[in-house]
């Protein structure tokens, strides 16, 4: 089983930044994939990004372009970076893992098994 733990949510005004990070611990082999994802209050939790064990990367036409998914390894860490952060980017933003999946399929919530806790952001206008 992958634990995975994030940090890095707040709060920012719009045009601003934020870089999410997600500590990765327990057993993961090749081929995986690693995910962003975000639930804001009544709506379905959707892909924001992802990167499979190859470094292939996937994105939501929402944030192509001003989020950035990186992995460091040696840190057994995950990363988005958040630019041009608008108030629709306000949501709880989880990292999950799924082993098997590549970056092609990997924004459906749905083929993740391990999942964080989430950390809040909120972008105000």
């Known amino acids: 089983q992958v634990h995975m733990v994030e940090s890095g949510g707040g709060s920012v005004q719009s045009g601003g930044s934020l870089r999410l990070s997600c500590a990765v611990s327990?057993?993961?082999?090749?081929?995986?994939?690693l995910g962003w994802f975000r639930q804001a209050p009544g709506e379905e939790r959707e892909g924001v990004a992802a990167?499979?064990?190859?470094?292939?990367?996937n994105y939501a036409d929402s944030v192509k372009g001003r989020f950035q998914i990186s992995e460091d390894n040696a840190k057994n860490t995950l990363y988005l970076q958040m630019n041009s952060l608008k108030p629709e980017d306000s949501a709880m933003y989880y990292c999950a893992a799924a082993l098997n999946l590549w970056a092609d399929y990997a924004l459906l919530p749905d083929q993740y098994n391990d999942w964080g806790q989430g950390t809040q952001v909120t972008v105000s206008s």
């Open positions: 990167i499979d064990s190859d470094g292939f990367t």
């Open positions: 327990g057993s993961i082999t090749s081929p995986y994939s």
